[in-house]
């Protein structure tokens, strides 16, 4: 089975830095997630992370640490706009049809 | 652009009834997949589908039940509804991509009260 953690909520200021921590137990890995979400929303994907290491997609970063089980979400120059809900979600390598198991999520409320 | 589509957006049933929430892909992905989602939680999986005519069980399957006659729908099927089944509920669909990492995306959700 797999077990993921991420803290529940998170509050910050408009242009300062949040970053969102994401662990997991699984009994094999295969890729870790990070959707974004707004209230009554849909999720949508933000970044993919398979190998160890940070991926940069603008003012987001993703970095991943395989043999540590942990993940974070780097959001940077916060505007409003992020609030939102942040989920992590792993993908293990014999999952059949590439399911992804999800973390609670991590509402992120972001101040002027 | 269409995405996955689900239908109906917002519903209330009540206790006992049944109903049929559908969704259908336009992007020709093999896997679909029905989460539900409780108030300030994360998703949990119902059911998936790796092509036509085969589905399986995922973490919360009990009281629900899908099809999938063809690649692009994916009915989930309350028999029986009680109010442990209110909550939102996404369909969503992906393919074997090794670049985003088999990506999944979602429908919009359709809000589900049973009363």
């Known amino acids: 089975g797999q077990n993921i953690d991420q803290p529940t909520e998170m509050t910050a200021t408009e242009g300062a830095i949040v970053q969102i921590n994401c662990t997991y137990q699984?009994?094999?890995?295969?890729?870790l997630f990070w959707y974004q979400q707004h209230a009554g929303e849909a999720p949508t994907f933000l970044s993919y992370?398979?190998?160890?290491g940070l991926e940069e997609k603008g003012r987001f970063s993703s970095f991943l640490s395989r043999s540590k089980g942990y993940s974070y979400l780097l959001l940077k120059e916060l505007q409003m706009k992020d609030s939102a809900s942040y989920l992590c979600?792993?993908?293990?390598?014999?999952?059949?049809?590439?399911?992804?198991?999800f973390g609670g999520g991590t509402r992120v409320l972001v101040k002027p | 652009n269409a995405g996955v589509t689900q239908t109906p957006k917002f519903r209330i049933l009540k206790i006992g009834q049944s109903m049929t929430l559908q969704c259908a892909q336009d992007?020709?992905?093999?896997?679909m997949y029905w989460y539900r989602q409780d108030p300030g939680m994360g998703l949990k999986l119902i059911y998936y589908?790796?092509?036509?005519?085969?589905?399986d069980k995922g973490e919360v399957p009990n009281g629900y039940n899908v099809s999938r006659s063809t690649t692009e729908d994916f009915p989930l099927r309350l028999e029986l509804a009680a109010p442990s089944q209110t909550s939102v509920y996404f369909c969503?669909?992906?393919?074997?991509?090794?670049?985003?990492?088999?990506?999944?995306?979602f429908g919009e959700g359709s809000w589900l009260t049973v009363v």
């Open positions: 992007m020709n992905h093999n896997y």
């Open positions: 699984t009994s094999g890995f295969n890729g």
């Open positions: 992370n398979v190998l160890d």
């Open positions: 969503a669909s992906s393919t074997p991509d090794r670049h985003s990492g088999n990506t999944i995306y």
């Open positions: 979600a792993v993908r293990d390598e014999r999952a059949a049809g590439n399911k992804l198991t």
């Open positions: 589908s790796v092509g036509a005519g085969i589905t």
